[in-house]
């Protein structure tokens, strides 16, 4: 299980550990894929180059990236992800790789779970 929380914005987060380092991470149930990892992490991790992807981001707009295979520790097992890369230092957690876990987002409460079903 991996325990969350919801910051002061109503943003849930988890912490991942990315190349050696714990990153605060947004749960985005608006992002279907796998995890959007910083820029300045792809010569850090061992990856394997997928292709181009497209996404739509929320207003519509289409964007097309370049998509890896990234092994990751996830719920205390190494699973493969595919990623993409954008400038900043945040981490995107998308639903894709959530299908084997339940998430329960408690606003009042301040908490985030996610439960492997």
Do not use: C, K
């Amino acid at each position: 299980m991996i325990v969350g929380s919801v910051f002061d914005e109503g943003v849930p987060v988890i912490t991942l550990e990315v190349a050696g380092r714990e990153w605060q991470s947004v749960v985005d149930t608006g992002f279907n894929g796998d995890l959007e990892l910083p820029a300045e992490l792809l010569p850090l991790l061992h990856h394997e180059y997928l292709g181009r992807t497209f996404s739509t981001l929320a207003g519509g707009q289409q964007i097309e990236e370049d998509a890896y295979l990234v092994y990751i520790s996830f719920d205390g097992e190494i699973v493969p992800t595919e990623v993409t890369f954008a400038p900043g230092e945040q981490i995107l957690v998308g639903t894709n790789l959530l299908q084997s876990h339940r998430l329960q987002v408690d606003l009042p409460a301040r908490t985030v779970t996610l439960q492997r079903s």
